[in-house]
Each structure stands twice: as C-alpha cells, then as structure tokens.
C-alpha cells in the first residue's frame, strides 16, 4: 500500500511532469488488467476511488473478475 499511497503523492503533486504521470497510469493499468491478482482487495478497492478515469475502470473489472470468481 506504501507504493500506491506514493504514487498517488506523485501523481497529486503539481510539480510532476506529465509524461511522468502518464507512465504511473499506464503502469498500474497494466499490472491491475494482466497481474490483479498481485494486488490485495483494500488496494484494488482504493485504486477504484482514484478520480482519474483509467485506474478505476481497471480497479473496478478487477473487483468484478474476483466477485464473479467467488460466486462461480
């Protein structure tokens, strides 16, 4: 959780180069679309509160994989 609370800091400072933010982003969208599982629900369900548009979509079918993963 101590990376994603630091990557959020990052990504919150308005300091940080765009493309900086970009690579953030795509990063955790990448790791959360073909490596969910790596992540623990508190942080996928924190991730799918972030105001920017692309980690909570990802966070979110995340969330949906592992719901349909343990009804079915």
Same mark, same amino acid.
């Given at each position: 959780?101590?990376?994603?609370? *630091?990557? +959020?800091?990052?990504?919150?400072?308005?300091?940080?180069? @765009?493309?900086?933010?970009?690579?953030?982003? =795509?990063?955790?969208?990448? *790791?959360? +679309?073909?490596?969910?599982?790596?992540?623990?629900?508190? @942080?996928?369900?924190?991730?799918?509160?972030? =105001?920017?548009?692309?980690?909570?979509?990802?966070?979110?079918?995340?969330?949906?994989?592992?719901?349909?993963?343990?009804?079915?």
């Amino acid at each position: 959780m101590a990376t994603l609370e *630091a990557f +959020r800091a990052v990504l919150d400072d308005k300091r940080t180069p @765009e493309i900086i933010r970009n690579h953030i982003i =795509d990063s955790l969208q990448y *790791a959360l +679309r073909n490596h969910g599982q790596i992540f623990t629900s508190k @942080e996928v369900e924190w991730l799918a509160a972030w =105001d920017d548009a692309r980690i909570p979509l990802a966070a979110s079918r995340e969330l949906q994989k592992r719901i349909a993963e343990t009804s079915g």
